[in-house]
């Protein structure tokens, strides 16, 4: 996906804002928000910083999917 591939090479130079829109991720580890910076980061071989990642304190009741779904297909 060409979104992907763009943050993807803009973490790898490290042009990627982090504090601009945080990965919200409920509870149970299900990523409600962000998922194509999820899929980025792991194409560009980088960690996510816990300052970007907002964990709620419920479940979700809307689909989600878990990390390592998105990141193990």
Do not use: C, Q
């Amino acid at each position: 996906m060409a979104k992907i591939d763009e943050f993807a090479e803009m973490m790898r130079n490290r042009a990627w804002d982090w504090s601009k829109d945080k990965i919200i991720v409920d509870k149970a580890g299900n990523i409600v928000s962000g998922h194509h910076r999820v899929l980025a980061a792991d194409r560009a071989g980088v960690e996510i910083p816990e300052s970007a990642i907002h964990r709620l304190d419920s479940v979700t009741p809307r689909p989600v999917y878990d990390w390592k779904d998105i990141l193990d297909p």
